[in-house]
Nanobody
Framework: QVQLVESGGGLVEAGESLRLSCAAS????????MGWFRRAPGKEREFVAG????????TYADSAKGRFTISRDNAKNTVHLQMNSLKPEDTAVYYC??????WGLGSRRIDFVNWGQGTQVTVSS
């Protein structure tokens, strides 16, 4: 049974940083692409960043490019999202996700089928 548990959210001021973590279990983590999504109040869930199973390729939404960095540690079954220069519009619940099939690139929203419960990120102006 796939389990994804996010942590690291919180309340910060604009310009500050946060590092989100996701602990994965119930599947062979090193074989699956991982991703981060977010849902802001009143909006649909959107793709933020993805990383292929080996960590060799990453993909970012335009809103995240240059500010966010996704990384993974296959030895610890964890994926992280380093978020710098946070803006009030980054306020959302952030979700960790994994694709439904192994050996993926983590670049397409449609491929992600398993989700964590989310962690709240609030950025004040």
């Amino acid at each position: 049974q796939v389990q994804l548990v996010e942590s690291g959210g919180g309340l910060v001021e604009a310009g500050e940083s946060l590092r989100l973590s996701c602990a994965a279990s119930g599947f062979t983590f090193s074989r699956y692409a991982m991703g981060w999504f977010r849902r802001a109040p009143g909006k649909e869930r959107e793709f933020v960043a993805g990383i292929m199973w080996s960590g060799g390729r990453t993909t970012y939404a335009d809103s995240a490019k240059g500010r966010f960095t996704i990384s993974r540690d296959n030895a610890k079954n964890t994926v992280h999202l380093q978020m710098n220069s946070l803006k009030p519009e980054d306020t959302a619940v952030y979700y960790c996700a994994t694709e439904g099939r192994p050996w993926g690139l983590g670049s397409r929203r449609i491929d992600f089928v398993n989700w964590g419960q989310g962690t709240q990120v609030t950025v004040s102006s």
